[in-house]
Nanobody, 122 residues
Framework: QVQLVESGGGLVQAGGSLRLSCAAS????????MGWYRQAPGKQRELVAA???????NYLDSVKGRFTISRDNAKNTVYREMNSLKAEDTAVYYC????????????????WGQGTQVTVSS
């Protein structure tokens, strides 16, 4: 129904930068919010950054000032710039989209990307 394709992960040295993107496709009548979560080994999944349809943003305290989330509504795509990366940013990053899939009832559901590995070497 709705597919998310993530790209841009990889291996980077501490202090480096990466840019992730997540494109949503399928039967979509609007997107309420888009965000990125991450899960490190042995830890729970946590919200890293989110952006609403009105471009309001929310960040995990530990990434404020280093990560920037943005979206392109025409392309149903969310981006995240990650700068000054640290070893503790190493995790699998998942894209999350709350998409409206029913045009009449405006029902919205959460959809998840497949996850992309980000590894920061110290």
């Amino acid at each position: 129904q709705v597919q998310l394709v993530e790209s841009g992960g990889g291996l980077v040295q501490a202090g480096g930068s990466l840019r992730l993107s997540c494109a949503a496709s399928g039967t979509i009548f609007g997107i309420n919010a888009m965000g990125w979560y991450r899960q490190a080994p042995g830890k729970q999944r946590e919200l890293v950054a989110a952006i609403t349809s009105g471009d309001m943003t929310n960040y995990l305290d530990s990434v404020k000032g280093r990560f920037t989330i943005s979206r392109d509504n025409a392309k149903n795509t969310v981006y995240r710039e990650m700068n000054s990366l640290k070893a503790e940013d190493t995790a699998v990053y998942y894209c999350n989209v709350r998409a409206v899939v029913d045009r009449l009832l405006r029902l919205a559901y959460d959809f998840w990307g497949q996850g992309t590995q980000v590894t920061v070497s110290s």
